[in-house]
């Protein structure tokens, strides 16, 4: 799912957060990063693995990444630029739901094993995936924040999408409380 992480890290970061001036570019990335990581390993792999959710997806990833941007990064705008991958991260992690997957989400604590997806195949994962309701329902509230919030934004206008790849962030008010 793309457009549901996307639109729902966004839409959690900027309301939990209140950071207008968050960057929102690092913050999708790592909403993304777990599925670009795992997924073509997982489908790959398939035979044996019976995964498509890895370590990528696991506490352990996060906190590596996490510790990383810590080390490389100071105090001040580097660290502020790079902190929202570590949330984007997260954020992935709570869209998935991987609290009702333990075994992926505390691997390699609770074993070397990822929890199995019900699929024999990777064609059989891709079609359950893209044939279950729920997946376009969420894509399609992913959708309409991604779109209400560009509109807002005005993307529309290329000097403010020039602002946003430049920057990070978007002209639209958060609101109080």
């Known amino acids: 799912m793309l457009l549901w992480h996307l639109g729902g890290t966004v839409a959690a970061a900027r309301y939990i957060f209140r950071d207008e001036r968050m960057d929102l570019r690092t913050l999708l990335l790592g909403a993304v ?29 996060v906190a590596v990444v996490m510790v ?3 080390l490389v990064t100071r105090r001040g705008r580097p660290r502020k630029r790079w902190m929202p991958l570590v949330v984007g ?10 609290w009702a997957d333990g075994a992926t989400l505390w691997w390699p604590l609770l074993g070397a094993a990822f929890s199995p997806d019900t699929a024999a195949t990777a064609a059989g994962y891709l079609a359950d995936v893209l044939s279950d309701w ?14 209400t919030l560009a509109a807002r934004a ?15 962030t978007v002209d639209v008010p958060i609101g109080r409380r």
């Open 33 to 61: 990063l777990p599925d670009v990581i795992d997924t073509p390993v997982g489908l790959i792999g398939y035979s044996s693995l019976r995964a498509v959710r890895l370590g990528a997806h696991s506490l352990l990833f």
């Open 89 to 98: 991260l997260l954020m992935h992690l709570v869209l998935d739901a991987m």
């Open 68 to 70: 990383v941007v810590l």
């Open 154 to 168: 005005g993307m529309g206008d290329a000097a403010h999408r020039r602002r946003f790849f430049a920057t990070g």
């Open 134 to 147: 729920r997946v376009w329902a969420l894509e399609a509230v992913g959708l309409a924040y991604l779109g």
